[in-house]
């Protein structure tokens, strides 16, 4: 049973305006959350994470919003550029899991010019 | 520049023979992990080393096994590989006691004849 859950496979912007990437997490146990940018043939590479005691987290054009009664975070991305075309991938972990992150599948994000 | 680095990038074996990936770290970080992902999924942890301590995932097949011989490196041994074990696999590490966040490589993929 999937943990954490990104349900759009994929999503398109156009530049300049706002993309808003979802993320559904069950685990109540989890407290820490954190997004990850993959470009082809390269690996994830950290983008931003949230703690458990916030609700929100800037940093830069990016911005993550984590809503724990629903069990949903966001990413935010304002402006959009094209170098954001991408796989965002959600992941989360806990005390519970020891520091193991739990991934979510990923969406393909496209920023089009 | 500090980093995670992963050999052979693209790795073709064939049915049931014996394969070794490789990853080696700058940061000198105390954990390492191994993570497979396949086509459109999550990346799944398959074990993880805190400095030479062995953590072995539930479901992590027996076919797969691991060795730190250093802090440095970290090998991933499949000893038969099958078909299903085409995928991508993902050497990350981190030093923080909660493992966030993680830093990757950017892969090997493995491809079975």
């Known amino acids: 049973d999937q943990q954490v859950k990104q349900n759009s496979p994929s999503l398109s912007v156009q530049e300049g305006r706002i993309s808003i990437l979802n993320c559904d997490y069950t685990?109540?146990?989890?407290?820490?959350f954190l997004w990850y940018k993959k470009y082809p043939a390269e690996g994830p590479t950290f983008l931003i994470s949230?703690?458990?005691?916030?609700d929100k987290n800037e940093d830069g054009r990016f911005t993550v919003f984590l809503n724990k009664s629903a069990k949903h975070l966001s990413l935010h991305i304002v402006p959009s550029q094209p170098g954001d075309s991408a796989v965002y991938f959600c992941?989360?972990?806990?005390?519970?899991?020891?520091?193991?992150?739990?991934f979510g599948q990923g969406t393909e994000l496209s920023v089009k010019p | 520049d500090a980093m995670v680095i992963q050999n052979p990038r693209y790795q073709v074996t064939q049915f049931g023979k014996p394969v070794t990936l490789s990853c080696s770290q700058t940061?000198?970080?105390?954990?390492m992990y191994w993570y497979q992902q396949k086509s459109s999924q999550a990346p799944k942890l398959l074990f993880h080393?805190?400095?030479?301590?062995?953590?072995n995932e539930a479901d992590t097949p027996d076919n797969f096994q691991s060795r730190r011989p250093n802090t440095s490196f970290c090998f991933l041994d499949i000893r038969s590989p099958g078909l299903g074990d085409a995928a991508m696999y993902l050497c990350?590490?981190?030093?923080?006691?909660?493992?966030?966040?993680?830093?990757f490589g950017d892969g090997t993929r493995l491809s079975i004849l």
């Open positions: 940061l000198n970080h105390n954990v």
């Open positions: 949230i703690s458990s005691i916030k």
């Open positions: 080393y805190y400095d030479k301590d062995f953590n």
């Open positions: 992941a989360a972990t806990g005390v519970s899991e020891g520091g193991k992150l739990i």
């Open positions: 990350a590490t981190s030093n923080r006691a909660d493992g966030q966040p993680q830093h």
């Open positions: 685990n109540s146990m989890f407290d820490y």
